[in-house]
């Protein structure tokens, strides 16, 4: 078993015959019904209408912020209402100050790793991108998805906030929200721990992912950072591999993983939920994913998902971090790389 799997890599694993259908083994589907709601356990399925992997837990990628922060610029640190681009980087200008008097600034708005590694866009583009499209992923029908108005918004306004220096274009190592250098940042819940071990007084709120000005309706989605459980086809046990996996996500040890790794297990209306809902009022920044989390993508099930992310983690590179590309251009070149990887995958 591995409870560790990237949905992304499920087709890899499909393709190599490695796992096996977690819908062959008797009642299996039945007991994770009861669990998980039916479309997350259907946006699972494989494209040969199996299902491989057992939906486990989801971790959105959410926006924490510095409250204090927020009050010294005269920013609602209780509600922040940055819920638009305009909104956001209107913020973001007034959080991005020189407290040294050295003319450069000490405390950044928000900063974005620059890195090129493809991973790294799960932290800025993508769940952008989900959230302006309302829930589209990257790819459609077997071709690139993304080189749209949406696409284009998203990249120009990581071009504007690297361009007017809301975040820095350098990469450091260290928890600069922990620091207080920066007073955003963008992750998922599994962050909070560390911040309260590292800045245990520093007040910290959350908020969704902004969308574009013209964007209408009250739906955000966002990347959810999904892993998920999966039993390999090679495996002279099935029947008690299910046993254990059914025993991992019970109700039980769901509540038990939630509270001691702050992570959100695929779980019906865990919000609501007699047994936490006391530890959520207690913890309401932590509440604020659980509630988000049914509202998630993953990213798409191919076997090429690396190279595509690559593809597009250049041209985002190029054109929002270093400014060195047209916007509307890298989107073209990006589309076009990752169309070509895919039709040479067929």
């Not at 510095?66 to 509600?79: A, I, T, Y």
């Not at 819940?189 to 969308?211: C, F, N, T």
């Not at 779980?267 to 609501?272: F, G, N, Q, S, T």
């Amino acid at each position: 078993m591995c409870s560790n799997i990237n949905p992304g890599a499920i087709g890899q694993f499909v393709e190599a015959g490695g796992l096996l259908p977690i819908d062959s083994i008797d009642g299996a589907m039945e007991e994770i019904l009861k669990r998980t709601p039916k479309e997350t356990v259907e946006a699972f399925k494989s494209k040969d209408g199996h299902l491989y992997q057992v939906p486990w837990k989801g971790n959105p990628i959410m926006i924490l912020y510095n409250k204090q922060h927020f009050r010294e610029v005269g920013l609602n640190p209780d509600q922040p209402g940055l819920d638009t681009y305009s909104k956001f980087l209107a913020a973001a200008r007034k959080l991005t100050r020189d407290t040294n008097g050295d003319g450069k600034p000490d405390i950044w708005a928000i900063a974005p790793n620059v890195e090129q590694t493809w991973w790294q866009r799960f932290f800025d583009f993508y769940p952008w991108y989900v959230a302006a499209t309302e829930g589209k992923t990257l790819l459609k029908g077997g071709k690139a998805d993304f080189n749209n108005p949406k696409g284009l918004q998203v990249m120009q306004f990581f071009r504007t906030l690297f361009r007017q220096k809301i975040a820095p274009q350098s990469t450091f190592k260290e928890n600069l929200f922990a620091q207080g250098k920066v007073s955003m940042v963008i992750t998922g819940p599994w962050a909070l721990a560390d911040i309260k071990k590292q800045a245990p007084k520093m007040e910290v709120g959350v908020m969704s992912i902004p969308v574009p000005d013209n964007m209408t309706g009250k739906l955000r989605i966002t990347y959810g950072d999904p892993k998920n459980i999966a039993i390999f086809r090679s495996t002279r046990y099935p029947k008690e591999a299910w046993e254990f996996t059914k025993f991992l996500i019970s109700k039980q040890n769901d509540v038990k993983f939630l509270k001691m790794t702050q992570q959100i297990p695929f779980r019906k209306d865990l919000a609501e939920d007699s047994s936490v809902q006391q530890y959520l009022d207690q913890n309401p920044v932590l509440g604020a994913f659980v509630r988000q989390a049914p509202y998630t993508r993953a990213i798409d099930d191919s076997d090429k998902i690396t190279d595509v992310f690559d593809a597009l983690s250049l041209e985002y590179q190029q054109a929002a971090v270093m400014g060195k590309k047209d916007p509307r251009k890298a989107l073209s070149d990006a589309e076009k790389k990752v169309n070509q990887i895919l039709q040479r995958s067929r």
